[in-house]
T-cell receptor, first 119, second 117 residues
Framework: GAVVSQHPSWVICKSGTSVKIECRSL??????MFWYRQFPKQSLMLMATSNEGSKATYEQGVEKDKFLINHASLTLSTLTVTSAHPEDSSFYIC???????????????FGPGTRLTVT | AQSVTQLGSHVSVSEGALVLLRCNYSSSVPPYLFWYVQYPNQGLQLLLK??????LVKGINGFEAEFKKSETSFHLTKPSAHMSDAAEYFC???????????????FGQGTILTVHP
């Protein structure tokens, strides 16, 4: 149980184009999803927190107009990288958390990641 | 602000040897703590978690970790390393802090485990 999928697993796009990455919780409802970015040989950096039906909360330094997040349902969140540039090339990972209240402190289930390369 | 520190970015052991990956947290209130494993080009898989119950936590693949409040540590161990354990390991903590930090995971820098035959 608690499987999270991401699509696509990898994508190559040209500079200036936009790319959409999907994150789905396959067998549970995720009230909250998170989007992380991971550079080579580095840890995960939280980009934003996405709650179903409300606007995403972005971490300091993350451009909300560049990284558009939509959490349209309890099983789907999308990250759109708009007007991508080579410096946006990275490994993007989403995660999902079940429930509310004390379970806010519980584990997150991670997707397999999406490798974005902008040429 | 909460922080998580993993001592040693690289750890190398021989197959069959003890694995010890170190993690320390800084928080006035002991948070929930987690160990995740990441294989190349994959997402993170939960190994185990501490949620204020038993201080010795057993996880998957023979791993366990002990929460020591006095040392603010949550070190990961495995008695006998296997080649398949080679991966990167992340320690993480969930904040009790109020406001926008509540429930967010703070990750350590990661430790790459290499297992030699």
């Amino acid at each position: 149980g608690a499987v999270v999928s991401q699509h696509p697993s990898w994508v190559i796009c040209k500079s200036g184009t936009s790319v959409k990455i999907e994150c789905r919780s396959l067998d549970f409802q995720a009230t909250t999803m998170f989007w992380y970015r991971q550079f080579p040989k580095q840890s995960l950096m939280l980009m934003a927190t996405s709650n179903e039906g409300s606007k995403a909360t972005y971490e300091q330094g993350v451009e909300k107009d560049k990284f558009l997040i939509n959490h349209a349902s309890l099983t789907l969140s999308t990250l759109t990288v708009t007007s991508a540039h080579p410096e946006d090339s990275s490994f993007y990972i989403c995660s999902a958390r079940i429930g509310k209240g004390l379970s806010l402190l519980g584990e997150q289930y991670f997707g397999p990641g999406t490798r974005l390369t902008v040429t | 602000a909460q922080s998580v520190t993993q001592l040693g970015s690289h750890v190398s052991v021989s197959e069959g040897a003890l694995v010890l990956l170190r993690c320390n947290y800084s928080s006035s209130v002991p948070p929930y703590l987690f160990w995740y494993v990441q294989y190349p080009n994959q997402g993170l898989q939960l190994l185990l978690k501490y949620t204020s119950a038993a201080t010795l936590v057993k996880g998957i693949n023979g791993f366990e970790a002990e929460f020591k409040k006095s040392e603010t540590s949550f070190h990961l161990t495995k008695p006998s390393a296997h080649m398949s354990d080679a991966a990167e390991y992340f320690c993480a903590a969930t904040s009790y802090a109020g406001g926008t930090s509540y429930g967010k995971l703070t990750f350590g820098q990661g430790t790459i485990l290499t297992v030699h035959p």
